[in-house]
């Protein structure tokens, strides 16, 4: 089925680790993003790309890496993960339009 | 750059009565405005959108919102709630037609529903 889809949705690692959450969509948006939800936060934005090679820095972009060598993959990479970043990650598409994001299920990262 | 302020982080209403979830948004030009909502251990799901078209917007499950320009403002009702709308809602901002910077989001609102 067409769609956005995160892996894995649920993730317990240990401090100083390297964790690779992926996400994978079918339906060659252009734009893609990658969102951290916590409470009283919302949702804030990591990093997001125009196009395949093309990345820019969100909103809260440190501790974090992505690629995109394919259109349809949009890794985050957490290359030492501290317990701060414990949190729902979030990845969304769009095509352009309006600006309407479209979301995967999330994934669920735990530091201990 | 825009924001959203989303009053009150948890409305409480009985169930059949009207909710209200109000958000107002700071944006130096025209916006285009969005609400999602989000069930446990879900994504965001999108309810409806203001693109600059008819200010009254109309979504799914009985939802709509009124974009109000002087009030800065983009309130989301419902004329009776059901149990089945519990969730977390989110209001979205964005200046950039196309998506390219992607959404701003509130910080939410979690909607309970009393029986």
């Known amino acids: 089925d067409a769609g956005i889809t995160q892996s894995p949705r649920y993730k317990i690692t240990e401090t100083g680790r390297q964790v690779t959450l992926m996400c994978h969509q079918t339906?060659?948006?252009?734009?893609m993003f990658w969102y951290r939800q916590d409470l009283g936060h919302g949702l804030r934005l990591i990093y997001y790309?125009?196009?395949?090679?093309?990345?820019d820095k969100g909103e809260v972009p440190d501790g974090y890496v992505v690629s995109r060598s394919k259109t349809e993959n949009f890794p985050l990479t957490l290359e030492s993960a501290t317990r701060s970043q414990t949190s729902v990650y979030f990845c969304a598409s769009t095509g352009g339009g309006t600006g309407e994001l479209f979301f995967g299920e999330g994934s669920r990262l735990t530091v201990l | 750059a825009q924001s959203v302020t989303q009053l009150g982080s948890h409305v409480s209403v009985s169930e059949g009565a009207l909710v209200l979830l109000r958000c107002n948004y700071s944006s130096s030009v025209p916006p285009y405005l969005f609400w999602y909502v989000q069930y446990p251990n879900q994504g965001l799901q999108l309810l409806l959108k203001?693109?600059?078209?008819?200010?009254l917007v109309k979504g799914i499950n009985g939802f709509e919102a009124e974009f109000k320009k002087s009030e800065t403002s983009f309130h989301l009702t419902k004329p009776s709630a059901h149990m089945s709308d519990a969730a977390e809602y989110f209001c979205a901002v964005t200046v950039s037609g196309g998506g390219a910077d992607g959404l701003t989001f509130g910080k939410g609102t979690h909607l309970i529903i009393q029986p």
């Open positions: 339906w060659s948006h252009s734009y």
């Open positions: 203001y693109t600059s078209a008819a200010t």
């Open positions: 790309s125009a196009a395949a090679d093309i990345t």
